[in-house]
C-alpha cells in the first residue's frame, strides 16, 4: 500500500498539516484509509480529518463547497467526484490563510484577487489528487494491460487511459483530463 510519504515531499506534508496545527498526516500513513479498493487513491476524508477539519454535507449548499474557519461545506447532491475535488479545492483556500471562502460556479461574481485564489485552490486539488507519481504509474499499468506501445498512442488509446486513470483516482474526467495537460505526459511526437 502507498504512503503519503512515496507520493509528496515531507516539506509539503509539513504545510499541510500546519493549516490546523494537526500533525496527524505522516509520510508513513497509508493514502487511503481502507485496504478494500482495488486500486488507491488520496483519501481526502482522511486527510481533512486528521488536519482537525469537520465536513458537513448540505445539499441545499449554493456552489460546491465553502470553508468557514475549521468546518468544510460539501454540496450533497454533487456527484463523489466533484465531492472529493471541492473538498481538496477548500483545503488549498485553507493553505493559503483564508478561513472563509465560498465555491461559486460562476466565475463572474469573483473579483480578480478572488480568481487568482480559485485558480491556486484549483491547481492544490488536483496536485492533491492526482499525484504526479501516481498518475505516471498508473498510466504504465494501464498501457502494459492494454498491451500498448507507449511510443505510438492514438487518440482513442489516451482516452481510454484517461478514462481508466480518472476511475482509478476517483476524478472526473474532466479533471483528470487538465491534469494530464499541465503535466504533459502526452505529447506529440
Known amino acids: 500500500m502507498k504512503k503519503y510519504g512515496d507520493l509528496f515531499p515531507k516539506k509539503f506534508l509539513d504545510q499541510v498539516n500546519n ?15 481502507s485496504e478494500e479498493m482495488e486500486h488507491e487513491y488520496i ?3 482522511t486527510i481533512l480529518h486528521r488536519t482537525g477539519f469537520e465536513i458537513i454535507y448540505d445539499p441545499n449548499l449554493t456552489g460546491s463547497g465553502k470553508i468557514v474557519e475549521k ?12 465531492k472529493r475535488f471541492s473538498m ?3 483545503l488549498g ?3 493559503q490563510g483564508t478561513d472563509i471562502a465560498s465555491r461559486n460556479t460562476e ?3 469573483y473579483t480578480s484577487v478572488e480568481k487568482l485564489d480559485e485558480i ?8 492533491l489528487l492526482m499525484p504526479r507519481k501516481l498518475v ?3 498510466i504504465t499499468d494501464e498501457i502494459n494491460a492494454q498491451n500498448l506501445n507507449a511510443m505510438s498512442l492514438n487518440t482513442n488509446d489516451i482516452d481510454t487511459i484517461t478514462s481508466a486513470l480518472a476511475s482509478r483516482l476517483k476524478v472526473s474526467l474532466g479533471a483528470m483530463e487538465f491534469r494530464l495537460q499541465n503535466l504533459n505526459v502526452f505529447t506529440n511526437a
Open 120 to 127: 491556486f485552490a484549483n491547481k492544490f486539488a488536483a496536485q
Open 107 to 109: 466565475e463572474d461574481v
Open 19 to 33: 493549516v490546523n496545527k494537526r500533525f496527524e498526516v505522516k509520510l508513513d500513513n497509508p493514502i487511503q484509509a
Open 93 to 95: 483556500h485553507a493553505m
Open 43 to 45: 483519501d481526502i476524508e
Open 136 to 138: 505516471v504509474e498508473y
Open 88 to 90: 481538496a479545492h477548500e
Open 71 to 82: 468546518k468544510i461545506y460539501i454540496n450533497s447532491s454533487e456527484v463523489e467526484t466533484r
